[in-house]
């Protein structure tokens, strides 16, 4: 049972524009988020994260907004970049128990 | 301070053997948590531990076991290996409160022949 899900496999968007991606979960007991990004071979590398008493948290060109209702939660970023080509894992946890991953996007920036 | 260090990076084995991979946490770090990740199947979860005792189990078979030390380090075992066993392992460590985030190793790719 995928509790969070990524429904596009893939992204592509023009350099300078802005990237959305999305991730959704089932479980409402999830009180903690974050986004990673993946380049092949390697470990994901952490990006950005926010609690369920916010909604949105933002670091540079990074923003996270999380809809509790919707039970949805998305990565903005702005201006895209080239070397921000990777995929992007988003992942959920309740409580500090184990984090449920997302089968993550894979976003292209065309320069 | 360092990151999280996964040996080794590269493993291949054949059907049938088994295999061990280590993970070193970032110091101060008492959870560590284990993935699989194949082609189009995300990160999927195997087991944390936390000081010293599995803390959380996902659901594969019994050939994948794992264990912590007292200094935190991490090991996995695998057994009888299996084709459908090659894939990236990736370890992960965190403070172990109950909000905080988690930092990925390298990886160790292991190829089953």
């Known amino acids: 049972d995928q509790q969070v899900k990524q429904n596009s496999p893939s992204l592509s968007v023009q350099e300078g524009r802005i990237s959305i991606l999305n991730c959704d979960y089932t479980?409402?007991?999830?009180?903690?988020f974050l986004w990673y990004k993946k380049y092949p071979a390697e470990g994901p590398t952490f990006l950005i994260s926010?609690?369920?008493?916010?909604d949105k948290n933002e670091d540079g060109r990074f923003t996270v907004f999380l809809n509790k209702s919707a039970k949805h939660l998305s990565l903005h970023i702005v201006p895209s970049q080239p070397g921000d080509s990777a995929v992007y894992f988003c992942?959920?946890?309740?409580?500090?128990?184990?984090?449920?991953f997302g089968t993550g996007t894979s976003l292209t920036v065309i320069p | 301070k360092a990151g999280v260090t996964q040996t080794p990076r590269y493993l291949i084995k054949t059907r049938g053997q088994q295999v061990t991979l280590s993970c070193s946490p970032i110091?101060?770090?008492?959870?560590v948590s284990w993935y699989q990740q194949t082609p189009g199947q995300g990160l999927q979860f195997l087991f944390e531990y936390f000081s010293e005792t599995q803390r959380n189990k996902g659901n594969f078979p019994g050939r994948f076991s794992g264990r912590q030390f007292s200094n935190s380090r991490s090991e996995m075992n695998v057994s009888t290996l299996e084709l459908g066993d090659s894939a990236l392992y990736l370890c992960a460590s965190r403070s172990g409160e109950t909000t905080d985030t988690q930092y990925f190793g390298p990886g160790t790719r292991l190829t089953v022949l």
């Open positions: 110091s101060g770090h008492r959870s």
């Open positions: 926010i609690s369920s008493i916010k």
């Open positions: 479980n409402s007991m999830f009180d903690y």
């Open positions: 992942a959920a946890s309740a409580m500090g128990n184990q984090f449920y």
